[in-house]
């Protein structure tokens, strides 16, 4: 009987795109998805470092699952990812019913990690865990009834309460305990060259990505750096991540050839910092960004949107530019967070750019493509960051007349140089009131951008129906948290054919217009007849 798999995913595209390359490997094992954790046999956690929300959402499913793992002692659990390396094994200490445990470094090792667990931690008869009563002994060292109180059932008591967190586990626990780790510490990987590169196992895991039925692919990610090298103070990546490495540009190209093959009409390529790919292949022979961009453009001619994210604002160059406006395929679109308008505070993130040289560089890819869609990030509140420091930061906003900003309150994050080198010393209050001035001031600029749009046809990808008329959360095996789309379709209810459908622009505009469902996929014409804040609304011409 196939094992069942219950698979959550946090935070980001590269987050999703490494879930979505184990699953194909255990799905190839025989592991079978599901939907509801209570029937699984394991369950995994794709975990974030970046923002504390998505910490506290793993806590509490880690809290939750202490009393199901003790009156079900051959569920496996693991814990992968960012937060994963981050953590180490001292997370055990906090929740030793962890049996799997494997940063975003090693992911070529979690289908036989997963497989190993399985075999090697059957329920044990005979011993505490069967039957278990009110105020029995469970197997990590803590009685039933101490979370019998309606506050102690909550799992966030467990994460406030270490007390019941740290138990010694009882003989016969750690006699049929053997853990699965796979952390990249201090040994990170350095694969800048051809040779090296083929003997990278993490690479394999991308070669073996394959495409089962009901996988929705029609957008589709596709990795083509890993890692980051820009130390920004309040960033976990570097030592999550290891430092970059470059994929080599035949493996990427191949890649992306089997998704179109497979039905993909959208492909975004993926890098902490894309725009600094450049593959050594150790003959003299480099590939920067611009000749990859030209590569796939020519060597793909049925892909008709190639997309990607993040860039960073420092080396940029006017090659990948005029790739950008040459190659009609490839979207008028780019990420490229500023952080903060002002260069004192540039420098305390040790983001390595003043923002003049931000600027200069938006002027840049507008000189070459007026049209182009630009977002941005900012953070609010960083530690020392004065009324006159969020001022720049204003006037960089208004100035950039950004598509969108993805705003945030700075807070302290483990790991990070700034947690160690600042006091934290804005007050929450000044945080908060900064933060709704700075999405108000984007606001300006997003209904500004967007009432330009009206009247123009525009081409859209339809990505499904608008959440403004279906509100359900029904997401599917491969379960994605912060907003990111569902990924699987094979277990989609279906809807009613005539709805308000959803959609992107080439510039990562988002449309709502009326249509039948079936155009899931389809990329359309359609005509923008208003604008809100955040969306346009238009009608198929």
């Given at each position: 009987?196939?094992?069942?798999?219950?698979?959550?995913?946090?935070?980001c595209?590269m987050?999703?795109?490494?879930?979505e390359?184990?699953?194909?490997?255990?799905?190839?094992q025989?592991?079978?998805?599901?939907?509801?954790?209570?029937?699984?046999d394991v369950v995994?956690?794709?975990?974030?470092s970046?923002?504390?929300h998505a910490?506290?959402?793993v806590?509490?499913?880690?809290g939750?699952l202490r009393?199901?793992?003790a009156?079900?002692?051959?569920?496996?659990?693991?814990?992968?990812g960012?937060?994963?390396?981050r953590?180490?094994?001292s997370?055990?200490?906090?929740?030793?019913h962890?049996?799997i445990?494997?940063?975003?470094?090693e992911?070529?090792k979690?289908?036989?990690?997963?497989?190993?667990?399985?075999?090697?931690?059957?329920?044990?008869p005979?011993?505490?865990?069967?039957?278990?009563?009110?105020?029995s002994?469970s197997d990590?060292?803590?009685?039933?009834?101490?979370?019998?109180?309606?506050?102690?059932?909550?799992?966030q008591?467990?994460?406030?309460n270490?007390q019941?967190?740290?138990?010694?586990?009882?003989?016969?626990?750690?006699?049929r305990?053997?853990?699965?780790v796979a952390?990249m510490?201090a040994a990170?990987?350095r694969?800048?060259?051809?040779?090296?590169?083929?003997?990278?196992?993490l690479?394999?895991l991308?070669?073996?990505r394959?495409v089962?039925?009901?996988?929705?692919?029609?957008?589709?990610y596709?990795?083509?750096?890993?890692?980051?090298?820009?130390f920004?103070?309040?960033?976990?990546?570097?030592?999550?991540?290891?430092p970059?490495?470059?994929?080599?540009?035949?493996?990427?190209?191949?890649?992306?050839?089997?998704?179109?093959d497979?039905?993909?009409?959208?492909?975004?390529?993926?890098?902490?910092?894309?725009?600094?790919?450049?593959f050594?292949?150790g003959?003299?022979?480099?590939?920067?960004?611009?000749?990859?961009?030209y590569?796939?453009?020519?060597?793909?001619?049925?892909l008709?949107?190639l997309?990607?994210?993040?860039?960073?604002p420092?080396d940029?160059?006017?090659?990948?530019l005029?790739?950008?406006?040459?190659?009609?395929?490839?979207c008028?679109?780019l990420h490229?967070?500023?952080?903060?308008?002002s260069?004192?505070?540039?420098?305390?993130?040790?983001?390595?750019?003043?923002?003049?040289?931000?600027?200069?560089?938006?002027?840049?890819?507008?000189a070459?493509?007026?049209d182009i869609?630009?977002a941005s990030?900012?953070?609010?509140g960083?530690?020392t960051e004065?009324?006159?420091?969020?001022?720049?930061?204003?006037?960089?906003?208004?100035?950039?007349?950004?598509?969108?900003s993805?705003?945030?309150?700075y807070?302290?994050?483990?790991g990070?140089a700034?947690?160690?080198?600042?006091v934290d010393?804005?007050p929450?209050?000044?945080?908060?009131?900064?933060?709704?001035q700075l999405?108000?001031?984007q606001?300006?600029?997003?209904?500004?951008?967007n009432?330009q749009?009206?009247?123009k046809t525009?081409?859209?990808?339809?990505?499904?129906?608008s959440?403004?008329?279906s509100?359900?959360?029904?997401?599917p095996?491969?379960?994605?948290?912060?907003?990111?789309e569902?990924?699987r379709?094979?277990?989609?209810?279906?809807?009613?054919?005539?709805t308000?459908?959803?959609?992107?622009?080439?510039?990562?505009?988002?449309?709502?217009f009326?249509?039948?469902?079936?155009?899931?996929?389809?990329?359309?014409?359609?005509?923008?007849?208003?604008?809100?804040?955040?969306?346009?609304?238009?009608?198929?011409?």
């Amino acid at each position: 009987m196939k094992r069942k798999l219950y698979f959550e995913t946090f935070g980001c595209q590269m987050n999703v795109l490494d879930s979505e390359l184990v699953l194909s490997q255990l799905r190839a094992q025989g592991f079978e998805e599901v939907e509801d954790r209570t029937a699984a046999d394991v369950v995994i956690f794709n975990t974030c470092s970046v923002r504390e929300h998505a910490e506290q959402k793993v806590w509490s499913r880690l809290g939750e699952l202490r009393e199901t793992k003790a009156t079900r002692p051959d569920l496996v659990i693991g814990v992968i990812g960012c937060m994963a390396e981050r953590e180490g094994e001292s997370i055990f200490k906090r929740f030793p019913h962890i049996d799997i445990l494997c940063g975003p470094g090693e992911l070529d090792k979690l289908p036989a990690m997963v497989r190993n667990a399985c075999v090697t931690a059957p329920p044990l008869p005979g011993t505490p865990g069967e039957g278990r009563g009110e105020g029995s002994v469970s197997d990590f060292g803590f009685r039933i009834s101490d979370f019998g109180s309606k506050e102690e059932s909550n799992p966030q008591f467990a994460i406030d309460n270490p007390q019941f967190m740290t138990p010694n586990p009882p003989p016969a626990y750690r006699e049929r305990e053997k853990r699965q780790v796979a952390l990249m510490g201090a040994a990170v990987r350095r694969s800048s060259t051809y040779e090296t590169a083929k003997e990278d196992n993490l690479e394999l895991l991308d070669l073996a990505r394959s495409v089962s039925p009901g996988d929705n692919v029609r957008q589709a990610y596709v990795r083509i750096t890993r890692g980051c090298n820009k130390f920004c103070t309040y960033c976990v990546v570097p030592f999550t991540r290891g430092p970059e490495v470059h994929r080599p540009p035949g493996n990427i190209v191949d890649e992306v050839k089997m998704l179109v093959d497979a039905g993909a009409v959208e492909v975004t390529l993926l890098g902490q910092t894309i725009n600094h790919y450049t593959f050594d292949h150790g003959d003299g022979r480099k590939t920067t960004f611009a000749d990859l961009l030209y590569r796939l453009h020519e060597s793909v001619p049925h892909l008709p949107r190639l997309r990607f994210v993040t860039s960073f604002p420092r080396d940029f160059t006017d090659l990948a530019l005029q790739a950008m406006r040459d190659c009609a395929r490839i979207c008028r679109y780019l990420h490229v967070p500023a952080q903060s308008g002002s260069d004192r505070i540039l420098k305390a993130m040790n983001r390595g750019y003043t923002v003049q040289q931000y600027i200069d560089f938006i002027d840049r890819a507008r000189a070459y493509m007026p049209d182009i869609s630009l977002a941005s990030d900012f953070i609010v509140g960083f530690p020392t960051e004065t009324d006159e420091d969020f001022a720049k930061t204003v006037t960089l906003v208004k100035y950039g007349r950004f598509k969108n900003s993805f705003i945030f309150k700075y807070s302290p994050r483990p790991g990070t140089a700034a947690i160690d080198r600042f006091v934290d010393d804005v007050p929450d209050a000044v945080k908060r009131a900064r933060n709704n001035q700075l999405l108000a001031v984007q606001g300006e600029a997003c209904i500004e951008n967007n009432r330009q749009m009206v009247g123009k046809t525009l081409d859209v990808m339809v990505e499904g129906e608008s959440k403004l008329v279906s509100k359900r959360a029904a997401y599917p095996a491969s379960k994605v948290t912060l907003g990111w789309e569902r990924r699987r379709d094979a277990i989609i209810e279906p809807l009613q054919p005539n709805t308000q459908l959803i959609g992107r622009t080439r510039g990562d505009q988002v449309v709502c217009f009326d249509g039948d469902l079936a155009m899931k996929g389809r990329i359309l014409d359609v005509q923008i007849i208003d604008a809100k804040n955040l969306t346009l609304f238009g009608k198929r011409v």
